[in-house]
């Protein structure tokens, strides 16, 4: 099965459910299901920007697996660091998003 | 004297951040449209741009654009639409992509493209003012 999440609320979400759950078991080869694309709104883009230890983590597993990671764009540029991710982590809105995932679509689209 | 530093780091408002031209250009994108309409234009990605002005006297007197809900395009078009009124149209022609995109820093090279249509959109309205100027000057 292949899975797409948008990590869409904020408190633990990124330092734990991202953190401590998907990202290990990916890094592990035991999520259990194909992650074909990440989506982020709000302080979960923090995550995103260069040097964030998670992120780097992330940025990994996602260019090693073909995982898309895509921040919201007005998001980042309310915090000012759309020009700041991680190399290749475009920014964009829901018509970036399904063009970017169109050649891969996730069968379940999963809001953390 | 200088102007004031109108960047995130200070207090001089409006600020010309990407975020706060966004939230400006989308009330100005609702805005009903000026009496001079240029062409509305496209790029490869679907995105959309017309711009309106008022013009009087050679001069450039209001801006307005619609275009499509793309946020980068709207800060763009957003910061012409604050910088050109009172400029006189034979100015404002010097304006480039290459201008804008250095005016409006923070935006990724990927979205940098929406600088290209949002001048070709605007400089749509001047030809369309100069038309409408030449028809004038050979009506009387």
Redesign the interface.
Known sequence: MKVAYIFATQRHNVSYVLAKMILPQLEENRHGADVVGMFFFEDNNYVLVDGNPIGARLHKVAKDKGILLMGC??CC??R?I??K?FPGV??G?F?DLYKALSGNMPDQVITL | MTAPCRKACCSATPRLTVSELVERGFRRNRAAPLPLQGDELSDAEGNTARFSLAIAAERIVDANFRVSSCATLIAYCEFIAELVPGARLNIVTALTAADLVESVPGVPALKRPRAVLALAAFRAALAKANERRTQTEVES
Request: net charge negative.
């Open positions: 764009d007005q540029y309310e000012e759309a020009d991710l475009p920014i809105c018509p």
